[in-house]
């Protein structure tokens, strides 16, 4: 997995709830681990932008709920710090929901997407509508 250029603050764990920012028909993901997770012993695993984690949705389209999916996360709450120094923090919580080959399942993302996603998934840049 490619390292990132940005200090990522890990504002999520599992539990967190987390919309579903692409039109795959899932509204609502809860996330269940982190794939890849490396954490202290007996501590939860923190998720940030651009973390691949699994999660279990809990609302949308009916073929979906309940079940078990892959997702990358695209925005978070939390302030994460640019090389640059410029900090960037988003409104909403938010994933998109990928393959086991890493492409996307849907087709097109509502709102924003962070940089840090295009920089290490570089297939989900192509369906973003703004990358910031």
């Given at each position: 997995m490619k390292g990132l250029s940005t200090r990522i603050s890990k504002g999520l764990v599992p539990g967190s709830v987390l919309t579903c920012a692409d039109n795959s028909g899932a509204k609502t993901l809860m996330i269940i681990n982190k794939i890849g997770k490396a954490g202290h012993?007996?501590?939860?695993?923190?998720?940030?932008?651009?973390?691949?984690?699994?999660?279990?949705?809990?609302?949308?389209?009916?073929?979906?709920?309940?079940?078990?999916?892959?997702?990358?996360?695209?925005?978070?709450?939390?302030?994460?710090r640019r090389a640059s120094g410029l900090r960037v923090r988003f409104e909403d919580n938010a994933a998109m929901l990928v393959s086991d080959a890493n492409l996307p399942i849907g087709t097109e993302v509502k709102g924003a997407m962070a940089r840090e996603v295009v920089e290490r998934y570089i297939k989900l840049a192509g369906i973003a509508s703004r990358v910031v």
């Open positions: 012993r007996k501590r939860l695993a923190g998720c940030g932008i651009g973390d691949l984690v699994m999660a279990s949705v809990k609302s949308g389209n009916p073929a979906y709920i309940k079940k078990k999916v892959r997702a990358v996360i695209i925005r978070q709450k939390k302030d994460i």
